[in-house]
């Protein structure tokens, strides 16, 4: 008779932890996401000067694609601390490469689009696989594994099949009204074009058999929204042995006449850390370590030396009636290019000069750029979207000499299928132009052509 209660007991204390369980795992389920992308990618370059660098930069270059990523996203567990986990495949296949990608006998670099065998030709396909845990307390978030940052001082690359990703944790925290804050620390990257993690680096530091690089790359950052309409942004980040990078950002908006107008305002300042800030680097041309030094000008003329390097911008927008005008200024001084997260493979950095082919951001240019673009959802035709881009950087400085000029313009027209079954549906067409005065071995004459069709499917 004694036993009844107890078992009774028991039941209920089972039932009752499952309940909780049960409660508890509600919000990691019910708010989980998952979609399916497919992007299909066409890319055709074609350099236009001095085939004697053929070699390691072909005059014309050719690949076709399809990209596969899918991406799940749980939410968190339910109670004062929540729980969950991120995750992400991704494939690329090559639908032609057919011998223009640039095959470079002994070198397995990633090429335009795809990895690289040995014998310099692309592979047939490749994958890799990402995942990130993550946890929540109140308004503060931390996550640890595969990250695609998109913050002042480091930000992921998206321009070809699939897209560059890092290693590293992040915490964000929304716990004071209106601030953001950000800290983080990143280890590795794996590049838009590669199955394989690799160590960080800048810009010419990772080539040749004396390549360096560093696994620590520090970051910190707050933004503060003064107004809904007014936000102020602080960046620190540090990629040991290289170089210390702090940004300072302001964006505005404010309702002019029947339009908007908007500002954006960035400065980043620029300098050496660890052995690139301590090694006398014309006592030691030749040594190895001068593959810490950033790859660009100097002062002196050398082609590598310390990061040294002001770069300030902004960038003034007017949107009325589906037109956007815009006009915007960029200057780069000291005595190196401006320095980014950049390991050789395709790479993005937080300014406003960052375009289709190149990023007009070496020692001494001044850049000047105007745009224009139109909604075309104005006169009917939901979905449309056309855009131009028009810059030109003057006064750069390079070790061949000064006041070499570039300039690139770049041309979008979009279209996304606004409804019916195949909603969503995108097509893009992207055709720039780059000419310059820079010695070819620095910088060739360059067309591009890019075409894209996307589509993401919702799974959960």
């Known amino acids: 008779m004694v036993k ?99 095959k470079t006998t002994g070198s397995n670099q990633p090429g335009t689009m795809f990895p690289r065998e040995t014998d310099g030709s692309s592979v047939d396909e490749f994958s890799s696989l ?61 590049g838009r074009n590669s199955s394989n993690d690799e160590e960080l680096s800048i810009g010419g530091a990772n080539s040749g058999a ?103 911008s902004a960038l003034f927008t007017y949107s009325i009636a589906g037109h956007t005008f815009g006009a915007g200024y960029q200057g780069s001084n000291g005595n190196s290019d401006f320095p980014w997260l950049n390991q050789g493979d395709g790479s993005s950095a937080y300014i406003i000069t960052d375009l289709q082919i190149n990023k007009f951001a070496r020692s001494g240019e001044d850049t000047w750029q105007a745009r224009y673009s139109y909604d075309f959802g104005q006169v009917g035709v939901k979905g449309l979207t056309a855009g131009v881009i028009y810059q030109r950087g003057d006064n750069i400085r390079t070790s061949a000499g000064n006041d070499f000029m570039e300039w690139e313009r770049d041309l979008t027209l979009s279209y996304v299928i606004p409804e019916g079954q195949l909603k969503g549906l995108g097509f893009t067409w992207r055709n720039a132009s780059l000419r310059t005065d820079l010695p070819a071995a620095t910088q060739r004459d360059q067309d591009e052509n890019r075409l894209i069709v996307s589509y993401t499917l919702p799974l959960l």
């Open 4 to 102: 009844k209660p107890l078992v009774v007991a028991v039941s209920a204390a089972c039932l009752n932890l499952s309940l909780i369980a049960a409660s508890q795992a509600a919000g990691f389920i019910e708010d989980s996401k998952a979609t399916l992308s497919l992007r299909n990618f066409y890319i055709n370059s074609d350099n236009r000067n001095d085939a004697s660098f053929a070699a390691r930069n072909p005059s014309k270059t050719e690949e076709w694609g399809q990209g596969f990523l899918l991406n799940y996203q749980s939410g968190f567990t339910q109670g004062t601390v929540g729980f969950g986990v991120d995750a992400i495949g991704m494939v690329g296949i090559r639908l032609d490469g057919g011998g223009r990608a640039g």
């Open 210 to 312: 004396a390549a360096r690089d560093s696994n620590q790359f520090r970051f910190v950052g707050a933004d503060y929204k003064v107004t809904k309409d007014l936000t102020l942004q602080y960046y620190f980040g540090q990629l040991e042995d290289f170089y210390n990078q702090h940004f300072l950002g302001l964006t505005h908006s404010v309702k002019l006449g029947a339009g908007t107008f908007k500002t954006d305002l960035r400065y980043f300042d620029s300098n050496g850390d660890g052995k690139n800030d301590s090694t006398d680097y014309a006592a030691l041309p030749n040594n190895n370590v001068r593959y810490y030094a950033s790859s660009g000008y100097y002062g002196n003329g050398r082609t590598r030396g310390e990061v040294d390097n002001r770069l300030y």
């Open 130 to 190: 990402g995942a990130t845990a993550k946890m929540k307390i109140s308004q503060t978030e931390l996550r640890y594994g595969t990250l695609m940052p998109k913050l002042p001082v480091v930000t992921f690359n998206d321009g070809r099949l699939l897209p560059q990703t890092f290693q590293g944790g992040q915490i964000t925290s929304k716990e004071i009204k209106d601030l953001t804050l950000t800290a983080g620390q990143l280890e590795h990257a794996k």
